[in-house]
């Protein structure tokens, strides 16, 4: 009795005779197809396999565990395939162990041994130094300078103007409201040959608010980005506040003595001159 | 990835204040009348120059975004030296790649300045290109930064 | 990954990689590029353990997976090629138009020996992986892909609308 043909093995089979190129040619043309056309899998895992098993009787075929090392070296996320290293003695870990915690113990106690005899409360410091770090936000080596801000003071910039003061810097360049649910999120100051650059950074939402003052030792031009011409200059106390619009957002740009302040950000018209007016007042 | 490309590359816009005092221990900020409008939405305000304390030649660069960039700093700065005050020539390039204090990450404003071992009696200019970007999405912009 | 999932992307690893290479290669035509393809399908593996060891078909699961890996590569390359394209036309404009003629030196420099001008040229034009970028540059895959994006971003921002 004649066996029945293998309806598989004869779809499958038609790939046999067919030449790599074929082959490949079949591949790019899967390869090819849009998103959401459904491969034959079947069909291509069979050429695949053809083309792997005629590569190794060439000689031909890539080494997958040379391949493996360079993926474990380069690609695979970092902690998977982990090597099996030879467990450390316990003892030696414990000593780490003890070590940091001594070493963790002494550090507290000296800071309370030293504190203690202050009239600061250790815990009190701890809070100021945290927010202090928040406060100042990246830390950039080299360059910026560390500002101690009034952590008492409700100001939307009041470490700028802390740092003003001690600077005894009498000017009012600092705005002391910004528009309602803007929150701080970033401070920065640069020290710079001839001039100091600082930098507030509020958000609300995705809207964002931008403060800076610049205070120049020498003469430089400072480049404002901006999309239209004047919209309006508003003027208080004798100081000409320039009002541009860049793409969608206002920028605010004035000069009083060496310092060159600018506000931009998501604010309106009427938001930009409430701060402004919010420079002059007590 | 969101792009937002609005950028003109005619030139620099120039656009400062004028203020003029008259104590003598004071500086100010100059104004140049504005060239031609220039808008991005990545950068607000940058600015550039050149300070020179003896031999040691400092290119100065600070830059502002429109808010928190995921890059922003110098892409490269040029620096140029003369020995008559017309005539110069490019004595040093400094690029981000190499040093790791031109760009800064995840913040709203970066600036920094570099340092180069000239000679007191030159005078030095530097093309400096400045960048924002965040979201797939960046502005530069060149300008001059001369000595001051 | 647990242990049980590390061992067994591994042998699939073993047993699919050729296949995988020959499948990209197919289309990508190119051996650096068909092999990144093949990394990234397995990066993905173990990013996704579950969905790989759980698949009734894991085979079938990398290879729709390369796909979608070759499908971005491609569209990667084309963004790439446009904005180099667009990003020389603007330069060679602005040397057209320059007066500054220290800034003409600049200009040429920059489009001969700029970073980011090389690094997506080595991308789009060139052919190159990120594994061959990064090697030149003695940096990681990883901060190629990210210095890549950043190259973008500069040449995208300096193309006029």
Known sequence: ?282 | MKYSIKSFFRGVVALCLICILFTPNVAFAAVKPPVEPQASDYLSTYYGYVSKSGNTIQPVFGVSGTGMMENIGAYSIYLYESRDGTNYTLVKTFNYESYSNMMAHNTSSYASYMSYSGNANYTYKAYICVFAGRNGGGDARYFWGYQV | MNLQQNEEIKQLYLEMYSKLFDYAFSFLKNESLAEEAVQNTFQIACQKPEKVCNSPNPQGWLVITLKNVISNTVKSRETSTRILTEYYKLRVREIQESTDPEALDILYHDLTNMEEYQLVKGMAIDGKSYLELAKERNISVEACRKRMQRAREFLQGKIKK
């Open chain 1, 1 to 282: 009795m004649p066996s029945i043909p293998d309806r598989k093995n004869q779809k499958l089979s038609r790939f046999d005779p067919m030449s790599d190129e074929e082959l490949r040619a079949f591949l790019q043309l899967d390869a090819s197809k849009p998103e959401g056309e459904a491969s034959d899998m079947e069909e291509v895992l069979y050429v695949m396999e053809l083309l792997s098993v005629r590569r190794k009787e060439k000689g031909e075929s890539r080494d997958p565990y040379q391949a493996f090392e360079e993926f474990k070296a380069h690609y695979a996320p970092e902690g998977s395939f982990p090597e099996i290293a030879p467990a450390k003695p316990k003892i030696h870990f414990r000593w780490n162990r003890v070590v940091a915690i001594a070493a963790t113990l002494a550090l507290l106690l000296g800071m309370i041994m030293t504190v203690g005899a202050s009239k600061f409360d250790f815990f009190q410091i701890i809070a100021k130094w945290t927010k202090e770090t928040f406060y100042t936000g990246k830390a950039i080596s080299g360059n910026q300078m560390e500002a101690e801000p009034d952590i008492t003071s409700d100001f939307p910039y009041a470490e700028l103007q802390s740092i003003l003061f001690e600077q005894n810097v009498m000017e009012r360049i600092v705005p002391t409201w910004v528009p309602e649910g803007f929150e701080q999120q970033e401070f920065t100051s640069y020290e710079l040959p001839q001039c100091k650059d600082y930098h507030a950074y509020h958000h609300r939402g995705e809207e964002e608010l931008n403060f800076e003052v610049k205070e120049w030792f020498v003469e430089v031009p400072l480049q404002v980005e901006r999309s239209s011409s004047l919209l309006e200059v508003y003027t208080l106390e004798g100081i000409d506040y320039y009002i541009f619009e860049n793409n969608e957002e206002l920028q605010v740009v004035w000069v009083s003595n060496e310092f060159e302040c600018v506000i931009s950000g998501d604010i309106s018209l009427l938001e930009a001159k409430q701060m402004i007016d919010s420079i002059k007042k007590d």
